[in-house]
């Protein structure tokens, strides 16, 4: 049986978060390089967002939402070297997602996608990587 840990969000609560489901980040994310462990949460009435949530900090979360549902063709130029810290995969072993943003004063969500999120599933590792490419936005608008 996997080991639990339990953490505190003052927005959603308690999370009891299994131990095979917590994914590193060896470099963390950008601005929050300091905080490497985190769980993708998953609640219905937020669909099709998920949240990332810092196991050490749980006060920290991200909105994130697959890239293909901002943008039907998202292909961005990821070498193997560019997400070395996230161990050997294949295909697919990799899933990926962007953070998004929303703004009280806006019109709707953002994502960014100039900076995805790559998850090696089988090996639990993750890192943000910056796609170096001006088709992409770090607030695109969706929805």
Known sequence: MAKKTKINNSQFGTLTI???K??????GIL??????????VVFEEYGPFQFLVSIEDPET???IISPLLVIEKYEPDIKKEDVASIGDFSEKDLIMYVIVTIKKDSKG???NLKGPIIINQKEKLAQQVIVDS???STNQSFM
């Open 109 to 111: 969500p953002t994502a």
């Open 31 to 40: 601005g929050f390089e300091e905080l490497k462990k985190y769980a993708i």
């Open 61 to 63: 979360a991200f909105p």
């Open 22 to 27: 917590i994914i590193t980040f060896p470099l």
């Open 134 to 136: 001006d088709e992409y």
């Open 18 to 20: 299994e131990s095979d």
